[in-house]
């Protein structure tokens, strides 16, 4: 019921900045929360950031001040700029639709992922 897309993904040096895209499609797209959750090699998928479809936001402890999520609920879009890229933020990046749940986000669909990878 709902497809997404993820862009902007590459190759940026330590402290740089780069900004991801996720445009979503689908009859259920309205009311839902929109996410990001990323998975480096031989690690767990972890959450990112997230926000309600009421503008709420929700970070990890790892990205607080750091990484900022909005979205454009007209264009069906949900952005994750990301600054002060540290080389441990290098892993694939995941879109997600779903919803909250106690400050963390339950992925209900996923992206196919781009790829962030921080150089020293």
């Known amino acids: 019921q709902v497809q997404l897309v993820e862009s902007g993904g590459g190759l940026v040096q330590a402290g740089g900045s780069l900004r991801l895209s996720c445009a979503a499609s689908?009859?259920?797209?309205?009311?839902?929360?929109m996410g990001w959750f990323r998975q480096a090699p031989e690690k767990e998928r972890e959450f990112v950031a997230a926000?309600?479809?009421?503008?709420?936001?929700y970070y990890a402890d790892s990205v607080q001040g750091r990484f900022t999520i909005s979205r454009d609920n007209a264009k069906k879009t949900v952005y994750l700029q990301m600054n002060s890229l540290k080389p441990e933020d290098t892993a694939v990046y995941y879109c997600?639709?779903?919803?909250?749940?106690?400050?963390?986000?339950?992925?209900?669909?996923w992206g196919q992922g781009t790829q962030v990878t921080v150089s020293s």
């Open positions: 997600a639709v779903g919803w909250i749940n106690i400050g963390t986000m339950v992925p209900q669909y």
């Open positions: 926000m309600r479809w009421s503008g709420t936001t």
């Open positions: 689908g009859r259920t797209f309205s009311g839902y929360a």
